[in-house]
Every structure is written in structure tokens, then in C-alpha cells.
């Protein structure tokens, strides 16, 4: 690390030590398994596309079958290729974007996957949020597993680099959440038309929203039993009634500088939503916000789970771009554990983010309640993969046990709970 600050070497170093503690502690939790060592994608999504009772897994293209993720099929054309220079030979055309093989960086057009059934035939359909800005497209499972995925426009314009396909109203109705055209607001499709675009429904005035804009969540802040907007300044409450596109309720609360993704569960088991992100998707911090009583309102106190520096947490640990963040009850205890990580080359090799070649860590954060409150302990899964923009949680197994699944410029791995 001769390059980088004597700070940002001493955080380092002493995550790396807290790694080589947590890996010791937590070696036989995970299988872990590369499906493909190409970029095509910053996320993936799993379901059983072939509804044969095996969970699959799509990445960039393609959909890759389940328990061994070896046989492939494609969802959509895999026509992207890259130049490598070769010392005294002709340049070798590569498969996908410039990722991990190139010594440049490169972006994929697919951010974040999300798989529904959006026309109701019964099979698993897949949700592609691509680069922020824009297209959103989703791909209709044709129902055999060579079949012409059929491709349809959801979304003209999706902003904000953290969107997701979550639960909107009362009743758990999902949708596109994003910021477009300088709004926040969310897309329904038509159940009657699924096939045409879907429908946008703005929240908010316009504002300086844009497609690198970071942080974004949903989730019931104020127990009304109404998902609200999250977002790094703050909380947009959800009125009572969507009709007519209202504008909701803006409660202005500092989530950081602006992270990933905002999750939204009741942390300390108080009875109160809190609010779980990273402060800074290319920089340090993650942590827990307690939704506290501030002179008859709701306050906000902030904890430290991951810190911007080792003095910060009693574990010590430290890595930097935080830029996807999802919950799963890892141990079974029915407590929400935290799973993060780094996001590998957010801006490449040379991108100027901190610690930006360090490993590519991921880390399940367990939850316990205590006497001394709330506690967040790492348990480090592996250090050669890390985060996408995305990692999802979900069972893989017929008996429930879950999968971390990862997809970036390394190509995209699976962890089995053993």
C-alpha cells in the first residue's frame, strides 16, 4: 500500500487483521462458488426460472441452472466484447465489459435484478434496472429453457444508483422506486397490459435528483402500515390515499453523504423502525439509525456498524465502498443479520477511491440484543469477491437454508450456507 495515506493504510491494515479473526471464526459457514468469471453485470437475482423445485440463478444474459450453476441459457443476446492488448501479439477479443481481466475500467448496462412473475403465467420473469439513467426492461419467461425470452420496456428513465423493485403500497404491491426526470416516485405495471410500459407516479416536487444520485429505500417509518420513501436527506411519508399522485409528506433527516441501499427493520426490538445503510457507497461507514422521540417527534441516534475508522467499533473492522447492503437471518436466531461488503473497483484501479485495490470483501454482520443494546458482530464470508451495486439473499436450498448471491466486475459467485 505505498501509495495511499498513512490513515487509510492504518484502517487497512487493521480491517485485514480483523478478517484473518473473523475467516478463522467463520471458515465452514459458506460454500463458495464462481459461476463465471466475466463482467456482465453488477447484480443478480435468483428463482427457479425452469420450475423444477431447484432454485437458478440469472446473471447479465443468461439464467444458470440450479443446484450446479453450470448449464447456462440465454435471456437476452450476449453480443458485448472488449479489446486485451497483448505484448507482441493481436489484441484478444474478451467476453462482456472491461472488469477484472482489463486493466481499464468499464460499466455494464445491468445494475440490479429482480425477478416476478409480471404476467401472470407462472413463471419467473426478470426485472433489469441497467445503467443509471437509463433504460428499465424486463424479460418474459417463455416457459422452456430455450425458449426466446421476450424483451418489454418498463421503465424509460431509472435514476438514482441504488433503485430497487420493492414493496409500495399497504397491501405489499412491488414497483420500480427510483428518482426520474428529477422526481422521486415509483413505477406499477398494469396487470391487465403487462407488456406496456409501466406507470410512473411521482412523490415529490422536482428537485436536483439525478442518475448518480445515491441512497434509496422503502420501508414503514412511522407504523402507519404505509411503506415510506427513504433517501439520503431524508423520509417521505406516504399519505393515506395514492389517487391522484400526491405529493407526500418530506421529513428531513442526514442519512450520510449518500450510500446504497436504505433498509428499513426494527434493529433494537423496541417496537420502532430504524433505518440500516452505508453513509458513503465510495467511501467509509455503515450503520444503524435508532428511531428515538425528539419533543414528540421521531428522532434519529446513529450507531456505528461498519466505521470510518477502527477506533469506531469495538470488532475494529474498516473497508471501504460499502455499495449494497441486504438483510437475511443468517444463524436462525429470527433477528435480521446485515450482509455487506466491498464493492470491487467501483471507478476501476485507478479510480482515486479509497482503498479502491485492497480485497474484495464480504461480510453477514450478526444482530443480538443485549443488555448493552443492539450489537452488530462481522463474520467475514470472503475476501476475493465483495459487492456489486447489488447482493441478494434468498433460500437456494430445498430446505431453506439462504444464498449470497453476488454479481460484478470479478463475474458472480454463490454462497452456500453449509
Avoid at 10 to 39: G, V
Wanted: hydrophobic share 35%.
Amino acid at each position: 500500500m505505498p501509495n495511499l495515506p498513512k490513515r487509510i493504510k492504518r484502517i487497512l491494515t487493521s480491517s485485514l487483521s480483523c478478517m484473518l479473526i473473523a475467516s478463522t471464526a467463520n471458515a465452514q459457514s459458506f460454500s463458495k462458488k464462481q459461476i463465471i468469471d466475466d463482467f456482465w453485470a453488477e447484480g443478480a437475482a435468483i428463482a427457479d426460472f425452469n420450475r423444477d423445485g431447484v432454485q437458478d440463478i440469472a446473471y447479465g444474459p443468461w439464467w444458470f441452472e440450479g443446484p450446479e450453476f453450470k448449464l447456462k441459457h440465454e435471456i437476452y443476446p450476449a453480443t458485448a466484447t472488449w479489446s486485451l492488448a497483448q505484448p507482441g501479439a493481436e489484441s484478444k477479443q474478451m467476453a462482456g465489459f472491461k472488469g477484472a481481466k482489463s486493466p481499464e475500467n468499464g460499466y455494464s448496462d445491468n445494475f440490479l435484478d429482480y425477478t416476478d412473475d409480471f404476467n401472470r403465467d407462472g413463471w419467473p420473469d426478470l426485472l433489469v434496472l441497467g445503467f443509471p439513467g437509463k433504460e428499465a426492461f424486463w424479460f418474459q419467461n417463455p416457459g422452456s429453457a430455450n425458449g426466446e425470452w421476450k424483451k418489454h420496456l418498463a421503465l424509460e428513465s431509472v435514476d438514482n444508483e441504488s433503485p430497487g423493485y420493492l414493496p409500495v403500497t399497504k397491501d405489499a404491491r412491488k414497483g420500480i422506486v427510483c428518482s426520474s426526470a428529477c422526481f422521486l416516485g415509483y413505477a406499477f405495471p398494469d396487470p391487465s397490459h403487462p407488456e406496456s410500459p409501466w406507470t410512473w407516479h411521482p412523490i415529490s416536487p422536482k428537485g436536483r435528483w439525478q442518475k448518480f444520485t445515491h441512497g434509496l429505500g422503502m420501508g414503514d417509518i412511522n407504523g402507519d402500515g404505509r411503506p415510506d420513501l427513504l433517501e439520503a436527506r431524508g423520509w417521505w411519508e406516504q399519505p393515506p390515499t395514492l389517487e391522484n399522485d400526491p405529493e407526500w409528506i418530506f421529513h428531513e433527516t442526514i442519512f450520510g453523504a449518500g450510500g446504497a441501499q436504505m433498509l428499513v427493520t426494527d434493529v433494537n426490538g423496541d417496537g420502532k423502525s430504524d433505518v440500516i445503510t452505508s453513509l458513503q457507497a465510495h467511501g467509509f461507514g455503515v450503520a444503524w439509525f435508532e428511531q428515538t422521540e425528539d419533543a414528540g417527534g421521531i428522532g434519529w441516534r446513529r450507531h456505528w456498524i461498519v466505521g470510518t475508522k477502527p477506533e469506531e467499533t469495538s470488532h475494529q473492522t474498516v473497508f471501504t465502498q460499502p455499495h449494497a447492503l441486504a438483510l437475511g437471518d443468517i444463524n436462525g436466531d429470527g433477528l435480521p443479520d446485515l450482509i455487506t461488503g466491498k464493492r470491487f473497483w467501483a471507478h476501476g484501479p485507478k479510480g482515486g477511491d479509497p482503498g479502491s485495490n485492497e480485497p474484495a470483501v464480504l461480510y453477514w454482520f450478526e444482530l443480538s440484543r443485549g443488555e448493552h443494546g443492539a450489537q452488530f458482530t462481522p463474520h467475514l464470508i470472503d475476501s476475493d469477491s465483495g459487492v456489486g451495486t447489488q447482493v441478494t439473499v434468498a433460500p437456494i436450498k430445498t430446505n431453506g437454508q439462504l444464498g449470497i448471491i453476488v454479481g460484478n466486475k470479478k463475474g458472480a459467485f454463490v454462497f452456500e450456507q453449509q
